[in-house]
Structures are given as structure tokens and as C-alpha cells.
């Protein structure tokens, strides 16, 4: 079975530039998550998706984040413009929406703003 | 909003020793779970407990979920070198409502194991 996938993997930008990360999950995952990870922190949930609606984006800065999964499978994270404080891991997680549900993680895109 | 407390920030030990690490919370969780994050991956599963007062075991891990609700261990028998890496623990409200599925991390214990 194929893991959570993600692209791009590196991504180096200037402050106020735009970036987007891809996210595509395990085949059949209804639930879909996008974590932020800083430098020597845990992960931070920035917004979960069922199916392709939104179940909770309390955390996500609404003025620079936008996060979409249209068809209910892939999805994208956006930023735009990015800050320094932007720097981090974002990863994306899946799970099967079943009783004792396990999120899978991807390995991550590694944002740097200059 | 909620808080992990996990201890300690980081460990230096040597082959063959046993770890353990804790993981406090200031509210409660109905499921706690334990990750393993290596460089450049992202956290893998390690041990799920979903009831208080769980001991669970996998392998060298043994996992307690606090009868509080409120704390979590974790202990590794018989340390090896790819025991390395970062343990986080994470707490999640099994429940209807927006917290529904979401796991609130740890900051993590980094483990470095000397062959």
C-alpha cells in the first residue's frame, strides 16, 4: 500500500512570495490533515478535511493560509505572501475515518523563507 | 488551548539501556498515542492506548495511559542504535465536534543511543 505522498519535498522562497504544497493521500482515506512542524516543536494541526469539506480550520492564519482538496482526494496548501516565522515542516497526514482511526504521515515539505 | 508537557527535552544514553519518558496534560484526552520521527520523515505510529489505565506493549515499547486521563509513558527495554530519533506523544478527543480526530502534540524527548 502507498504512503501518504508529498511534493515538493524542499522549498526555498523570499519573504512575501507565494509557495504551494501538494498533498496525496492513501488510497481510500476519507480524512484528510495539514500539520505545521517548527524547528524543535511537535506538529501543529493547521486544518483537517472530510472528504472535501472542512471539519476544523481554527488554527490556520486564514489571512496568509488557504488549503483546498476539491474532489475529495488530493489536496493543496497555500501560502501567499509568507512570512519568516513561515519557515517550518508541513506535513500531511490521512486516516480512514474508521473507529480507532490511525493518521498516517507524510514525509513532509520543508519550507525556508529568506 | 491544550498543552503537552513532555520530558525530558532530550536523552543521551548507551546501548542497552532502558528509556522512559512522560508525556502531562493540563485537560483530559480520551486516546493517547506515541510517535517515533526520524530525520527528514515524518512521525510513525508506535503505540495507541484508548483507555485509562492501558499498559500496552510492542516489542521493546511499553506505553501507560494515566488512569488521570491528564499523563502518558512510555518506556524502551534494551536500547539500540535505531531506537534514535525524536518520541513525541500526542493526545486526541475521540468525540463529536471540531476536535474530532485531531491530535495535539508534544514537544518531544530526542533519544541519542551510544553503540
Known amino acids: 500500500e502507498a504512503g501518504v505522498a508529498q511534493s515538493p519535498r524542499y522549498k526555498i522562497i523570499e519573504k512575501r512570495q507565494s509557495v504551494a504544497f501538494w498533498c496525496n493521500p492513501i488510497?481510500?482515506?476519507?480524512?484528510l490533515y495539514w500539520y505545521q512542524q517548527i524547528l524543535g516543536q511537535g506538529p501543529k494541526l493547521l486544518i483537517q478535511?472530510?472528504?472535501?469539506?472542512?471539519?476544523?480550520d481554527s488554527q490556520l492564519p486564514k489571512d496568509r493560509f488557504s488549503a483546498e482538496r476539491l474532489k475529495g482526494v488530493d489536496s493543496t496548501l497555500k501560502i501567499q505572501p509568507a512570512k519568516l516565522e513561515d519557515s517550518a515542516v508541513y506535513l500531511c497526514?490521512?486516516?480512514?475515518?474508521?473507529?480507532?482511526?490511525?493518521?498516517?504521515f507524510g514525509p513532509g515539505t520543508r519550507l525556508l523563507v529568506l | 488551548g491544550q498543552q503537552l508537557n513532555q520530558s525530558p527535552q532530550s536523552m543521551f544514553i548507551q546501548e542497552g539501556e532502558d528509556v522512559s519518558m512522560n508525556c502531562t496534560s493540563s485537560s483530559i484526552f480520551n486516546t493517547w498515542l506515541w510517535y517515533k520521527q526520524d530525520p527528514g520523515e515524518g512521525p510513525v505510529l508506535l503505540i495507541a492506548?484508548?483507555?485509562?489505565?492501558e499498559l500496552t506493549s510492542n516489542g521493546r515499547l511499553t506505553a501507560q495511559f494515566g488512569i488521570t486521563r491528564k499523563d502518558s509513558f512510555l518506556n524502551i527495554s534494551a536500547s539500540i542504535p535505531s531506537d534514535v530519533g525524536i518520541y513525541f506523544c500526542a493526545g486526541q478527543l475521540r468525540a463529536g465536534g471540531t476536535s474530532y480526530g485531531k491530535l495535539t502534540f508534544g514537544q518531544g524527548t530526542i533519544l541519542t543511543v551510544h553503540p
Open positions: 488510497s481510500g482515506h476519507a480524512t
Open positions: 492506548l484508548y483507555k485509562a489505565g
Open positions: 497526514a490521512s486516516s480512514s475515518g474508521s473507529t480507532k482511526e490511525t493518521q498516517y
Open positions: 478535511f472530510q472528504n472535501n469539506g472542512v471539519v476544523d
